[in-house]
Nanobody, 119 residues
Framework: VQLQASGGGLVQAGGSLRLSCAAS????????MAWFRQTPGKDRELVAT???????NYADFVKGRFTISRDNTKNTVSLQMNSLKTEDTAVYYC??????????????WGQGTLVTVSS
């Protein structure tokens, strides 16, 4: 299974970006999906999660600004990021718990996509 993330880039503070991530390969079902982020010298931190039934959860620092969504028919997850702040600058990673065959579930990570927010 591979997770391919895209959509990072440079944006000014107050602007918007949309990240996308597609899962491909040997997939029976995709369960929880999530976005994490990491800055140099810091631990990777959870940004948002979404269950297969589209129940969402957000870190306090993105509530009201970011929206996570998914397309179960395409095994994709997206992160719409609005009102971006300079402190949102980080490498963003998608994450998915994938059942490759019933009932074996494994966790996979995308390669990371850099988001840079300038002041």
């Amino acid at each position: 299974v591979q997770l391919q993330a895209s959509g990072g880039g440079l944006v000014q503070a107050g602007g918007s970006l949309r990240l996308s991530c597609a899962a491909s390969g040997m997939i029976f079902s995709v369960n929880d999906m999530a976005w994490f982020r990491q800055t140099p010298g810091k631990d990777r931190e959870l940004v948002a999660t979404i269950t297969s039934r589209r129940r969402t959860n957000y870190a306090d620092f993105v509530k009201g600004r970011f929206t996570i969504s998914r397309d179960n028919t395409k095994n994709t997850v997206s992160l719409q990021m609005n009102s971006l702040k300079t402190e949102d600058t980080a490498v963003y990673y998608c994450n998915a718990k994938v059942m490759v065959r019933f009932p074996d579930e494994y966790e996979f990570w995308g390669q990371g996509t850099l988001v840079t927010v300038s002041s």
